[in-house]
């Protein structure tokens, strides 16, 4: 079991097709690179895994990331829009896992994350 943080990418998702193979760089991709860059500089960088995924299960809901660790709740968002800033995207991530790793139970309250991850929230499972 791992006992870091992850915040998990969907890779694949906001990605173009043609005849069954992707073209070109997806949405989340761009998105996964943004987050690992900036989290490299990240004072809680220590304590989470940035780790891509190839699917997510929200393809009509792109771009989709989630956040879980031990003994917490994991969230799954979605409607993550990479073509705004994929800065300001991975930043309002962060914020947001930042507040994942305070609360014991991996809490956010709705009132404090960033905007796109208000709106953004898919689904919360209980940890086990």
């Known amino acids: 079991m791992k006992d870091k943080h992850t915040i998990f990418v969907c890779e694949t998702c906001a990605g173009v097709w043609k005849d069954s193979r992707q073209v070109g760089n997806s949405g989340g991709y761009l998105l996964l690179s943004e987050l690992a860059e900036k989290a490299a500089h990240w004072p809680l960088a220590e304590e989470f895994e940035i780790e891509g995924v190839k699917c997510m299960g929200a393809c009509n809901r792109p771009c989709a ?15 993550l829009n990479h073509s705004d800033s994929l800065a300001d995207l991975s930043a309002d991530v962060l914020t947001c896992a930042a507040m994942y ?28």
Do not use: E
């Open 65 to 79: 990331i989630a956040f879980a660790a031990p003994n917490k709740s994991t969230y799954l968002f979605g409607d």
């Open 101 to 128: 790793h305070q609360d014991p139970d991996g809490a956010m309250p709705w009132s404090a994350r960033p905007d796109r991850l208000k709106k953004g929230l898919i689904g919360r499972v209980p940890s086990c």
